[in-house]
């Protein structure tokens, strides 16, 4: 079993190296006492964007309209430049990289940054693409002003993204487990040893590998079954490959070699009816595209990382570091708060300016008697 966790897993991070500059970067916001805001998005694009500067929509998961500005500058550098880089900054980029061993799109950062007038007129133009997924948060901001203090709320929900799975995953974990598997929280393994935290994850993986599969499996075979009447010659009628549906999701889930069923699914289904009939559905990318669709939703969304900042009035030196991820999405809403009570200084020097002058009125009334 854990070679064919080990084999998921490798689907996953061969899925993440292919799309690793599609689905990873960082945004850091800034809210102004007054509720106007700024926020500034980094993420890489390929090298065709970069020296063309002709956004490519199926290359990033971004949207931006003009009112976003746009630079570009090298990872650990604070340096910005003009967007696009341009070809001959490219290549001579390009070169340098090499040297070192490394990739100039890989090195380089886009920067899109934008001034709203309200956390709400942010929250509708921060829009993330995952797959064909629209990840748009929900943003509050709240200044209180008391007598001796005032308070700052901020909240940023971005809503739980559900996968159009046949089978949940409440079918193979608990609540608590999913909660933990996804997000880490509650913490199952808080004041275990290391062997007792190996035996949890290697469960939990088994777990995950498990549904996965099921789920690959039930696709694939509601796709079967919805168009089985497209098939010229069938290898078993229809009543009995439902009858069949058991069987085959035991001997697809006993298979080691997860890749090779993955991209090669007639091919499975041909070995095991010793017939090749379902090849009409399984090679067709139309009759075949809910699933595929399905199917790079989960990647994709698996591989969904932004590491967020944020900072506050009074708090520029202090900000609340944060990380939305895919997997956090897929188990429940992600919020993103702060809560600030600042003491207001003149609140306190007009009540001490108030005792000292009742303390004069009240000597002098005294000296008058």
């Known amino acids: 079993m854990k070679t064919k966790d080990s084999l998921v897993l490798l689907l996953l991070a061969a899925f993440m190296v292919a799309c690793s500059n599609k689905y990873q970067g960082?945004?850091?916001?800034?809210?102004?006492?007054?509720g106007t805001c700024s926020r500034e998005l980094s993420f890489q694009l390929d090298s065709a964007q970069l020296v063309s500067g002709v956004y490519n929509a199926d290359e990033s998961m971004l949207?931006?309209?003009?009112?976003?500005?746009?630079?570009?500058?090298?990872?650990?550098?604070s340096?910005?430049?003009?967007?696009?880089v341009g070809l001959k900054a490219y290549q001579a980029l390009s070169r340098q990289c090499r040297k070192e061993g490394r990739s100039a799109a890989d090195t380089i950062l886009v920067y899109a940054k934008s001034n709203f007038a309200s956390v709400e007129e942010m929250a509708k133009a921060t829009t993330?693409?995952?797959?064909?997924?629209?990840i748009t948060?929900?943003?509050?901001?709240?200044?209180?002003?008391?007598?001796?203090?005032?308070?700052?709320?901020?909240?940023e929900v971005y809503p739980q993204q559900r996968i159009n799975w046949p089978i949940p995953m409440s079918k193979f974990f608990t609540k608590d487990e999913i909660g933990f598997w996804l997000s880490g929280t509650p913490n199952l393994v808080g004041g275990l040893n290391g062997i007792e935290i190996d035996d949890i994850t290697q469960r939990l993986k088994t777990k995950y590998t498990q549904w996965v599969v099921a789920n690959d499996f039930e696709l694939t075979y509601q796709a079967i079954l919805k168009n089985y009447s497209r098939i010229a010659a069938k290898a078993i009628d229809k009543q009995r490959f439902v009858?069949?549906?058991?069987?085959?999701?035991?001997?697809?889930?006993?298979?080691t070699d997860?890749?090779?069923?993955?991209?090669?699914?007639?091919?499975?289904?041909?070995?095991f009816f010793h017939s090749d009939v379902y090849s009409e559905i399984l090679d067709n990318d139309t009759l075949m595209r809910e699933v595929s669709t399905t199917q790079r939703d989960f990647l994709a969304l698996s591989m969904f990382k932004i590491d967020c900042q944020l900072i506050l009035p009074h708090l520029d030196n202090s900000p609340l570091s944060s990380k939305l991820t895919g997997n956090m999405?897929?188990?429940?809403?992600?919020?993103i708060s702060c809560y600030v009570s600042l003491p207001n200084l003149w609140s306190f020097a007009l009540l001490g300016l108030i005792l000292v002058v009742s303390l004069v009125l009240l000597v002098l009334m005294r000296k008058k008697r």
């Open 243 to 255: 009858a069949l549906h058991d069987t085959l999701l035991r001997e697809y889930s006993r298979e």
């Open 79 to 84: 340096l910005r430049y003009a967007f696009p």
């Open 329 to 335: 999405l897929m188990a429940n809403d992600v919020v």
């Open 258 to 271: 997860l890749t090779a069923i993955y991209m090669y699914k007639s091919k499975w289904f041909k070995n």
């Open 137 to 155: 948060p929900r943003i509050t901001f709240k200044r209180t002003r008391g007598f001796f203090r005032t308070e700052y709320r901020y909240e």
């Open 63 to 77: 949207r931006w309209d003009k009112g976003w500005q746009l630079s570009w500058g090298i990872k650990g550098d």
């Open 128 to 134: 993330f693409i995952v797959g064909s997924l629209r």
């Open 26 to 34: 960082s945004a850091t916001t800034v809210v102004n006492e007054d």
